[in-house]
Nanobody, 123 residues
Framework: QVQLEESGGGLVQAGGSLRLACAAS????????MGWFRQAPGKEREFAAA????????YYADSVKGRFTISRNNAKNTVYLQMNSLKPEDTAVYYC????????????????WGQGTQVTVSS
């Protein structure tokens, strides 16, 4: 019954912006840390950002720090990833994930996953 559904992906020019959203259902959203991961073709899935259940703590991979912002709205059961100054190397399928614990950069520590949304950055 737990579902995570990503939206907001698409094609954008280098330097542009995109906002991803992940709507959760079937879980007590405010009790879960949330994360965003991404996977490019032929590459291993990598951590992008994470946020605590209260929203008080955020974490970013060095590759996105200063460009991406993770946030959450517990009243809407939704986590967001605002992506600015996009680069071609940001091209990937982006996944949101939920974890019943502290935020983690390790994908195998997460309990639930969405199906992903494609982000393509052209130059």
């Amino acid at each position: 019954q737990v579902q995570l559904e990503e939206s907001g992906g698409g094609l954008v020019q280098a330097g542009g912006s995109l906002r991803l959203a992940c709507a959760a259902s079937g879980l007590t959203f405010s009790s879960f840390s949330m994360g965003w991961f991404r996977q490019a073709p032929g590459k291993e899935r990598e951590f992008a950002a994470a946020i605590s259940w209260s929203g008080g703590s955020t974490y970013y991979a060095d590759s996105v720090k200063g460009r991406f912002t993770i946030s959450r709205n517990n009243a809407k059961n939704t986590v967001y990833l605002q992506m600015n100054s996009l680069k071609p190397e940001d091209t990937a399928v982006y996944y949101c994930a939920a974890r019943a614990g502290r935020p983690q950069p390790l994908d195998y520590e997460y309990d639930y996953w969405g199906q992903g949304t494609q982000v393509t950055v052209s130059s």
